[in-house]
């Protein structure tokens, strides 16, 4: 089974600026895979960035970036250069390879990040 | 490149009926697997379907059900609703990719409420 934690209160980060939100996760999966998605108010959920548990290094797509830090089983999603449009809910969430490609998605309960002008 | 498409938008129904949500993938992907996601919450999975088979289920009782057609598309189907089935009902297609690295995409979601 796996578990994400996601206990950060709501966020606020100014404008232009760098935040982290946090994330933990437990499973007893050797293999797996985290993912961090967007969800604005219209509800679509959008795909951020994903980091394989054997990746050597911390995954990076543009202005989002993962650190990974397996011992601590944390998966904190880094956003740099904080836009008004990054204001939304994110959500932290991980499948377990054992059971076979395309399993479940196993979600946190999210946090909500609020930029300021 | 057509995304992951959902309908309808928006839906009302009344306790103890019965409700049908539809799916497309995005194009190449053949594996469609629904969540629910209740206000404040976290998606929840409730099944997927490949190759017209459910494949994996979550916690959810028999009165949600599903279907995956020829064509990757699928249904979801709730039986007798209640009240606590209201939610914002998500639909995500993947396609298996090597070394698992498979990401499931989100459609926008059909909101249930159940009066």
């Known amino acids: 089974a796996q578990k994400i934690t996601q206990t950060q209160p709501g966020m606020f980060v100014q404008e232009k600026e760098a935040v982290t939100l946090d994330c933990t996760y437990d499973?007893?999966?050797?293999?797996?895979?985290l993912f961090w998605y967007k969800q604005p108010s219209s509800g679509e959920m959008i795909f951020l960035i994903y980091?394989?548990?054997?990746?050597?290094q911390n995954a990076t797509e543009g202005r989002y970036s993962l650190n990974f830090q397996k011992a601590r089983k944390s998966a904190n999603l880094v956003i740099s250069a904080s836009q008004l449009g990054d204001s939304a809910m994110y959500f932290c969430?991980?499948?377990?390879?054992?059971?076979?490609?395309?399993?479940?998605?196993?979600f946190g309960k999210g946090i909500t990040l609020s930029v300021r002008p | 490149d057509a995304g992951v498409t959902q309908s309808p938008t928006h839906l009302i129904k009344t306790r103890g009926q019965q409700v049908t949500l539809r799916c497309s993938p995005k194009?190449?992907?053949?594996?469609v697997s629904w969540y629910q996601q209740a206000l404040g919450q976290g998606p929840q999975f409730i099944f997927q379907?490949?190759?017209?088979?459910?494949?994996q289920r979550g916690n959810f009782p028999d009165r949600f059900s599903g279907h995956q057609f020829p064509n990757y598309s699928s249904e979801l189907n709730v039986n007798a609703l209640l009240l606590g089935d209201s939610a914002l009902y998500l639909c995500?297609?993947?396609?298996?990719?090597?070394?698992?690295?498979?990401?499931?995409?989100f459609g926008p979601g059909t909101r249930l409420l159940v009066l």
């Open positions: 995500a297609s993947s396609l298996p990719l090597a070394g698992g690295r498979e990401t499931q995409y």
């Open positions: 499973t007893s999966d050797p293999s797996y895979g």
């Open positions: 980091q394989g548990s054997y990746d050597q």
């Open positions: 969430a991980m499948r377990g390879m054992t059971t076979g490609a395309n399993s479940k998605l196993t």
């Open positions: 194009s190449g992907h053949d594996t």
């Open positions: 379907y490949y190759e017209e088979e459910e494949r």
